[in-house]
Nanobody
Framework: QVQLVESGGGLVQAGGSLRLSCAVS????????LGWFRQAPGKDREFVAS?????????YYADFAEGRFTASRDNAKNTGFLQMNNLRPEDTAVYYCAASPGNRRDRGYNYWGQGTQVTVSS
């Protein structure tokens, strides 16, 4: 059973930054796409970003994340990251990481973490 554990959420003022981490037990981690999603209260879960391929060099972003968020991964440490800059109150949500073998973009993930709360105050 693959396990994912997010960390790094918290409370931040608008314009601030947070870095989320996701520790993944999948082996080999390099064969798995790592995705990030979020769910705000009363809204559906939405795609944020994904990091694909063994080198971690191919990434996809939702429009709202482009230019503010950066997804990356350290395959040697089985860990993914989501650096979030210039945060806005509308970024407030529970953020989830997800993983799946092969190439994925915004759907089709097999494994999910428990989520970490990000709250952005105005």
């Amino acid at each position: 059973q693959v396990q994912l554990v997010e960390s790094g959420g918290g409370l931040v003022q608008a314009g601030g930054s947070l870095r989320l981490s996701c520790a993944v037990s999948a082996r080999p981690f390099s064969w798995h796409t790592l995705g990030w999603f979020r769910q705000a209260p009363g809204k559906d879960r939405e795609f944020v970003a994904s990091v694909i391929d063994q080198s971690g060099g191919l990434t996809y972003y939702a429009d709202f994340a482009e230019g503010r968020f950066t997804a990356s991964r350290d395959n040697a440490k089985n860990t993914g990251f989501l650096q979030m800059n210039n945060l806005r109150p509308e970024d407030t949500a529970v953020y989830y990481c997800a993983a799946s073998p092969g190439n994925r973009r915004d759907r089709g993930y097999n494994y999910w973490g428990q989520g970490t709360q990000v709250t952005v105050s105005s």
